[in-house]
């Protein structure tokens, strides 16, 4: 996953080593938690992570009124920010549930 969003060349720069190791233990448990999400969900879910010094970031920021990281953005409604993956995976379930049976309503046929 990393590779895939380009994480891996940024982590493995000299870069990387610069920082302190709390910094350091804190991404590479988010990269964990990110691979893990998208291990169970595949292509149920799209992860898509944005550097909060970017404009992109900014503009993320300031339109889910966001100031503590990592923040998550569920279905672009629904937003958690913290560290606690079995709250974060009730949040992803309950948004997968709920579009599977809005898909599920939108393909039978209607009753006249």
């Not at 503009?59 to 913290?82: A, C, D, H, L, M």
């Not at 560290?83 to 379930?93: A, P, V």
Request: proline share 3%; charged share 30%; with cysteine.
């Amino acid at each position: 996953m990393a590779d895939q969003v380009g994480l891996r060349g940024k982590r493995d720069g000299g870069d990387f080593d610069e920082y302190p190791e709390d910094l350091k233990e804190g991404y590479l448990r988010l990269c964990s938690w990110i691979n893990e999400l998208a291990r169970k969900y595949q292509e149920k879910i799209r992860i898509e992570i944005i550097g909060v010094q970017t404009f992109c970031g900014l503009f993320k920021s300031i339109r889910y009124w966001t100031q503590t990281y990592p923040t998550f953005i569920v279905n672009k409604r629904e937003k958690y920010t913290g560290r606690n993956k079995s709250q974060l995976d009730l949040i992803i379930q309950r948004h997968l549930a709920s579009s599977s049976l809005s898909q599920r309503n939108d393909t039978q046929p209607s009753r006249a």
